[in-house]
Nanobody, 121 residues
Framework: VQLQASGGGLVEAGGSLRLSCAASGRTLSIYVMGWFRQAPGKEREFVGV????????AYADSVKGRFTISRDNAKNTVYLQMNSLKPEDTAVYYCAASYDYSRSRDNYNHWGQGTLVTVSS
């Protein structure tokens, strides 16, 4: 499966963005989907995960209550709605596909190219 993330950009603190991750090559519904992010000089970290049909989600404590993952398997697309953005959310955001419901990036086999989110203070 090929993944293409989009929707990043520059936003002021307190603002919102919605990222999209479009899949091609295989149907998205067979995969658990995760979002990760990597800030400059830091390791790539878990943001959130959604189960195959969207019944279960989990989030990093740093984004819980502000970010929401959803998916539309008919459109082969996963979304990350980000509200109340903070400067510390600035990072390149990646979507990834896995066969396991996991927070560990080591369990994700397929990665998108990333989209940059910059939050100004």
């Amino acid at each position: 499966v090929q993944l293409q993330a989009s929707g990043g950009g520059l936003v002021e603190a307190g603002g919102s963005l919605r990222l999209s991750c479009a899949a091609s090559g295989r149907t998205l519904s067979i995969y658990v989907m995760g979002w990760f992010r990597q800030a400059p000089g830091k390791e790539r970290e878990f943001v959130g995960v959604i189960s195959r049909i969207g019944l279960s989600t989990a989030y990093a404590d740093s984004v819980k209550g502000r970010f929401t993952i959803s998916r539309d398997n008919a459109k082969n697309t996963v979304y990350l709605q980000m509200n109340s953005l903070k400067p510390e959310d600035t990072a390149v955001y990646y979507c990834a596909a896995s066969y396991d419901y996991s927070r560990s990036r080591d369990n994700y086999n397929h990665w998108g190219q990333g989209t940059l989110v910059t939050v100004s203070s």
